[in-house]
Structure formats: C-alpha cells, structure tokens
C-alpha cells in the first residue's frame, strides 16, 4: 500500500505498535525505516557542572546511553529483516522533530508515529512532527488491540485537498483490507447565515442544508460507501464523537496549511481530533 514507510522510535510501547502498523500497511516490496533521534539537549546536562571529574562521569553515562540506544535500534531493523520486510535503521543526533522532519523529505509517502498511553492530550511531539513532516503521516496511540481497518471513517470538507485524498486512498483501503468507509461531513453551527452551494440558510432550514450537503457528498466522494452529515458547534469533537460511538478503526482528515487569521479563529481540526481520540488518525499531505 505504501512504499516507503518512516517509523521514528523511542523504544516505548507506542513505538512497537506503530511498527506494527507499518507491518500492515508496507506494501509487498516497500521499504520500512525505524529513525532513532538521540536528544542533543541530553549533552547540555553536562555544562551544569564544574567539577571535571564530575563531568567526564555524566559524559560517559551519556556515551554508554547513546551507544545503547544504537545497540537498540540495530536490532529492532534486524528483527524485521528476519520477519521478511526490506528495513533500514537511521540513527541521528539533534533535535527530535527538526530530525524527523528532514529525514521524512528523502522520498517516503508516511510517517507514522506512536503516543505512549495518558499522553494523548499533550502529545506536542507528534503532533509537530504531522504538521512539519513532508508526507502524510498516521498517529497510532498505545493499544494492546490489533491494528485493523475493516471500518474506515473518512472525513470529507470539500476542499481539494480532502477529494485528493479519497481518491487516492479509497480504492488502496477497499482492495487491501476490504474496509466499510462512510464518509462524513460535519456541519458547523455559527450564528451568522450559513453559505453552502453559493446560498445564504437561515437557521430554520438547517435539515435542507444537510441534505444538499449528502447529495454533494455523494456526487464528489463517488464509490461505494455511506454517507453522513451532521451538525455541530466543533468539527474536531463531532468527528471524535461520531468516530468512537460508530467503532470505527481509523479516521481519515486531509490536511492544508491555514494562514495566521485561520490559526487563530478557526485552530486545527486535525490537532484537536489527534488529541482527543483514541483511535489512530490519517493525516493526509498532498506531495
């Protein structure tokens, strides 16, 4: 399904199921790379410190740490080899999301990456690398669950980015997993008229709105799958809401840059839905 697929790691249980889902989603003759950033900042700990042989005591700890972690890696990349899969192992020193960020431009088309159980609203490490990453990237949360996708929730706005995105991935679901895939849109409810189709509704014709806006679902998210509309103040909570009470497997958001205005008024559907779910979320980039 995919060719080239990032997996950075930081040997918690999060990164070992965010392997499994790369296992899963790698195509027959794909590439899986495990990607170690080694924290620079663990080096800055040592200048906190005058007394020399103080010093070269915590510089060899952290020797012994880095070569340790080196050790690791090696031997997650030879674990998958062994299980059949083509695997390279990256290890690098610097920043963790600068370092992924660049590596994740060499040619791959997902990064995926884990979040440790309890972490899942604060997980600022994650979600930095989604928005800065170059490909699309998948956030997997700490699960004992199987990974699956039998029922794939797709979130559709209408933008191009959004239509790029189903027609890349319906058929690759449908084919390799056989997944359900409803589409839905999400409606939100703000005081001022709302525009839909180059009309102005008032409040009361909130029903005639949804329905135009399944008809244009229908029309521009073409296959076969169901289709969903609904209303809420918050498209990141409904999407949530709707995701888990439908036991879906995986929710599906297209991602385009905002500007500033956007940012401040409107945030990050994308943000909020990783935060607050406990389902893994597609985040796609158009490349």
């Known amino acids: 399904m995919y060719k080239k697929i990032l997996v950075p790691v930081d040997f918690s249980q999060a990164s070992r199921v965010a392997l ?6 790698i195509s027959e003759k794909g ?4 990607m170690h950033v080694f924290p620079s900042k663990i080096r800055e700990t040592a200048t906190f410190f005058e007394i020399p042989d103080r010093v070269k005591d915590l510089e060899r700890k952290i020797e012994e740490l880095r070569s340790k972690s080196q050790e690791e890696l090696s031997r997650i990349s030879n674990t998958l080899v062994q299980e059949g899969y083509t695997a390279k192992a990256v290890f690098v020193e610097g920043e963790p999301v600068r370092s992924v960020s660049e590596e994740s431009g060499k040619g791959y088309d997902l990064v995926i990456v ?27 949360k700490e699960s004992k669950s199987k990974p699956k996708f039998d029922r794939v929730l797709f979130t559709a706005d209408f933008s191009d980015a959004s ?22 849109n999400v409606f939100e409810l703000h005081p001022l008229p709302y525009i839909e189709q180059g009309s102005a509704f008032l409040a009361g ?16 998210y073409p296959g076969e799958v169901s289709y969903s509309v609904v209303e809420g103040a918050e498209a990141g909570i409904e999407i949530v809401d709707f995701a888990e009470k439908g036991k879906y497997n995986i929710i599906i958001l297209a991602y385009e840059k905002k500007d500033w205005v956007e940012r401040a008024f ?22």
């Open 31 to 34: 590439q899986i790379t495990v």
């Open 163 to 184: 239509k790029s995105a189903f027609k890349e991935l319906f058929q690759k679901f449908v084919k390799k997993f056989r997944s359900q895939i409803t589409v839905l």
């Open 20 to 25: 499994e889902y790369a296992k899963l989603l």
């Open 114 to 140: 884990g979040i440790p159980k309890g972490r899942a609203m604060v997980a600022s490490t994650a979600i930095s690398i989604v928005k800065s990453a170059v490909p699309s990237c998948l956030v997997v």
């Open 266 to 287: 409107l945030g990050s559907v994308s943000t909020k839905v990783v935060k607050m779910t406990r389902l893994p979320v597609l985040v796609y980039k158009r490349v």
């Open 205 to 220: 014709d909130l029903e005639d709105v949804k329905k135009n806006l399944q008809k244009r679902l229908m029309l521009e």
